[in-house]
């Protein structure tokens, strides 16, 4: 290794280590005018709350075995939401590509699905599911699978031309080119799709528990609300951030480990 | 059809639709290709070349006139039909070997025997190395070359090429056009070469059939009259004269 590339690589390791540590020191400063900010008299801790009163109400909260209950309502009904989400989203894409006619028919429909704040249908929902949990679950797959079809039949669509063509000319079926072609080279914008619709399933449990839910994150950051205990809000809301991160995380891995196979 | 005819149009014409215009691409086109030839195919850009060898292929209909391949219809005859694209076209997430084996894949002929062939014909061809490497740890060169051994896996009767050399920088094209000539010659199989490139279609070919501009239609074919490997024919006294009236014929 010559020297000058020793050099490069040790500008390249500081760049790194000097990011990652803006960002911690970029968290702590946030944590720290937030907390000296209500001290001092800047603003009412009431009103904002500081990190001090989330963290024992966190504390307190898991020591009365209210925590879990909450984080695991919410947990359970957003992956069910992304799953049966992506589930459904990645199906309709498939049954579209497969049948363009209907796919054209069907355009229209869905820019206006899409374009809908699913949210509005949030009273539908409820009579005709029923307030509980189903009712969230199907809100999350309602605003998490839109996007995804939309997404992931672009992905298809792109995919077709001269690819498309090999396989015609070596006489191979629609099916045969949707899994040998069509599919392998759509899982970069799957994966991507995937990762949009977490987001988006969080976004249709947290609505759905704000509508109906007597469990649940969104429970308690509407409760808080209502009784006007911001310590609890922020707490709930602390719980969400780290939940959130952790599916996403959860996801990108898995889009990485499947990336790497498909060398995309 | 006569015996030693295996693919033929006769009396093709061939119309584009499009919602504000139709275009001519073919008129009147009569072409026989012979078994064993390489015959080649030079026109204008955009006279309707390609057309013909999607014909071939069934891949589009004529409007009028009638195709026959292998004795039979270009669609019942597909399986049987090489066709080689302007570019690779390899699939990135499939290895070299996996990737000269889609075909066979494709058709449900994949055995123990028929990979054991493919593999040979990649290392007979200098790929044995890049057996398990991924398209994009290849050359330009090379890549086309595992194309060529993936149209060639399934042994087609008949083998098309579109322009196969288009896309490959200058030397590695001359390289390409010599070893391709040899193994396709090689093997004793029959080949269209369409090309826009005079050197090359008379480097290649054994005919060289000239075409119109759009619509397309057969100005004149020449025997090409020069035997020996692709690189060698340019060094031929009749290279010069050949290369002159086929420029002649293109330009008229």
């Known amino acids: 290794m010559s020297g000058e590339h020793r050099e490069y690589l040790r500008k390249l390791r500081r760049g790194r280590r000097a990011v990652a540590l803006s960002r911690i020191g970029l968290f702590a400063l946030i944590l720290l005018l937030w907390e000296a900010g209500g001290r001092i008299g800047l603003f009412d801790p009431f009103i904002l709350s500081s990190p001090a009163r989330v963290a024992r109400t966190i504390l307190s909260l898991a020591q009365k075995g209210e925590l879990l209950p909450h984080v695991l309502t919410t947990s359970f009904e957003t992956a069910a939401g992304f799953l049966l989400g992506t589930l459904l989203g990645v199906g309709t894409a498939v049954l579209l590509w497969f049948c363009p006619t209907l796919e054209k028919v069907l355009d229209p429909y869905l820019v206006v699905l899409n374009a809908l704040p699913k949210i509005a249908l949030g009273p539908v929902l409820i009579v005709w599911v029923g307030a509980g949990a189903e009712a969230i679950i199907v809100m999350a797959i309602l605003v998490s699978s839109v996007v995804t079809v939309m997404s992931v039949l672009a992905g298809f669509l792109e995919i077709t031309g001269e690819k498309q063509k090999l396989m015609l000319t070596l006489g191979a079926t629609r099916t045969q080119t949707f899994i040998k072609v069509v599919l392998p080279a759509s899982v970069p914008t799957i994966m991507s799709a995937l990762k949009i619709s977490v987001g988006m399933s969080w976004v249709g449990v947290i609505v759905g528990e704000y509508l109906v839910s007597k469990r649940g994150l969104g429970y308690l950051i509407v409760y808080g609300g209502q009784v006007f205990r911001l310590d609890l809000v922020m707490a709930s809301i602390t719980v969400l951030c780290a939940l959130a991160a952790i599916m996403y995380f959860a996801v990108a891995a898995f889009e990485k480990r499947i990336s790497r196979r498909f060398g995309a | ?252």
């Open chain 2, 1 to 252: 059809m006569h015996e030693d005819i295996i693919a033929e149009l006769d009396g093709v014409s061939l119309i584009y639709h499009e919602p504000r215009r139709e275009t001519k691409a073919v008129e009147g086109l009569d072409l026989a290709v012979r078994r064993g030839e390489f015959l080649s195919i030079v026109g204008p850009s955009g006279c309707g070349k390609t057309s013909v060898l999607s014909l071939l292929s069934g891949l589009i209909k004529p409007s009028k006139g009638n195709v026959a391949v292998l004795g039979t219809t270009p669609e019942k005859a597909r399986p049987r039909v090489g066709y080689m694209l302007q570019r690779d076209e390899l699939l990135d997430w499939r290895t070299i070997e996996r990737n000269a084996l889609l075909g066979l894949e494709v058709k449900g002929l994949l055995n123990e025997r028929t990979r054991r062939e493919t593999v040979d014909m990649l290392k007979k061809y200098g790929l044995g190395d890049f057996l398990s490497h991924f398209p994009s740890e290849l050359s330009g060169g090379m890549r086309q070359k595992a194309a060529i051994v993936r149209t060639l896996a399934f042994s087609p009767e008949l083998l098309l090429l579109d322009e196969p050399f288009s896309a490959l920088d200058c030397q590695t094209r001359l390289k390409l056009e010599d070893e391709v000539r040899g193994i396709i010659k090689q093997g004793g199989y029959t080949a269209v070469l369409v090309t826009h490139d005079i050197a090359e279609a008379v480097c290649m070919g054994d005919r060289v059939a000239v075409f119109s501009g759009r619509p397309a239609r057969v100005r004149r074919i020449f025997p090409v009259g020069i035997e020996g490997p692709a690189r060698e024919r340019r060094r031929s006294p009749l290279f010069a004269p050949l290369f002159d009236s086929i420029w002649k014929e293109l330009s008229v």
